[in-house]
């Protein structure tokens, strides 16, 4: 510490020069390369699936109009193939790497909102969402993947069908939940949770358990930025939030829904399907009840 000239010291600067120890130049070193090479190889598998479609959609429609049944392999080596790698590449280059109060999906793209916060065991929300009338959504698998296609071509109803990935912490959903409409697989109304990490915060500071991402899926449309086949979601996703609450509520669930008012701004964005999203950045942080046993119930 240095004292100026009224007797009060100065704190140490910090020591920039440091010397930095061989054994961590050479690891920086290391991950630097991996990491370099590991973009530029997927870079190169990228321009090398979009040469392949180029040249394979030349060469085919170059004999004829009878060829035109090419667009089908073609759509869905860039819908699966290309433009999903492209979003990886482009997302990790803009898209931060924190909580930012959105979900993400596999591609990297901005999804839907996180909307809702809940304080409780995984049991009690299953058990909660259970009593309010939820189904929890199967994982997905071939079988259930070609279940849900079946479905949803002949119109068959699937209330556990499986919801698609969506990341946030890095991790995908740990549970989801949904509510089919009048037996039509295109509709549902649909929430996903993560389990926060332990010590996680909220901004500001509150702890909870899980956050959650609850929209309703109005129809099966088409990506608007890679043209995969996909749920088409309402955009007042705010009306889902306020309906998943009230479901628990109906169902006595609840104890108490505290709500974190602005704790994002409200803004119109589209999710990462393309579709519109409105919210007003409000945030209900839901505190559930301990399931009612026949040991604690009132008068037992």
Not at 262 to 283: A, K, V, W
């Amino acid at each position: 510490m240095i004292s100026d000239g009224d007797g009060r010291a100065d704190p140490a600067e910090p020591d920039h020069t440091r010397a930095v120890s061989r054994l961590e130049r050479r690891q920086s070193r290391w991950a630097t390369v991996l990491a370099v090479a590991q973009r530029l190889f997927y870079v190169a598998v990228t321009a090398a699936v979009g040469w392949a479609v180029y040249y394979f959609l030349l060469a085919r429609l170059a004999r004829g109009p009878e060829q035109v049944w090419v667009f089908l392999p073609v759509w869905l080596i860039l819908a699966y193939a290309l433009l999903p790698r492209i979003h990886r590449i482009l997302s990790a280059l803009y898209i931060p790497d924190y909580f930012i109060g959105r979900a993400r999906t596999g591609d990297g793209v901005l999804g839907d909102p996180v909307n809702l916060a809940v304080i409780g065991p995984a049991e009690e929300l299953r058990l909660a969402m259970s009593a309010a009338g939820w189904v929890e959504a199967d994982p997905i698998t071939p079988a259930t993947a070609w279940r849900t296609l079946k479905s949803t071509v002949l119109g068959r109803s699937y209330p556990a069908a499986p919801v698609s990935s969506l990341y946030v912490f890095g991790n995908k959903q740990d549970l989801a939940f949904q509510r089919e409409i009048n037996g039509n697989p295109r509709k549902r109304h649909h929430v996903r949770f993560w389990k926060c990490p332990d010590a996680w915060m909220l901004p500001g500071g509150i702890a909870v358990d899980w956050v959650g991402a609850g929209t309703y899926d109005k129809s099966v449309g088409l990506s608007l930025f890679t043209f995969q086949i996909t749920h088409k979601i309402a955009d007042r996703t705010d009306e889902e939030r306020d309906f998943i609450i009230e479901t628990l509520q109906a169902a006595r669930a609840v104890e108490s829904v505290h709500t974190i008012r602005n704790y994002s701004t409200g803004y119109h964005h589209r999710n990462g399907g393309g579709d519109s999203i409105r919210t007003d950045g409000h945030l209900p942080i839901i505190d559930l009840n301990p399931p009612q046993r026949p040991g604690n119930r009132p008068g037992a």
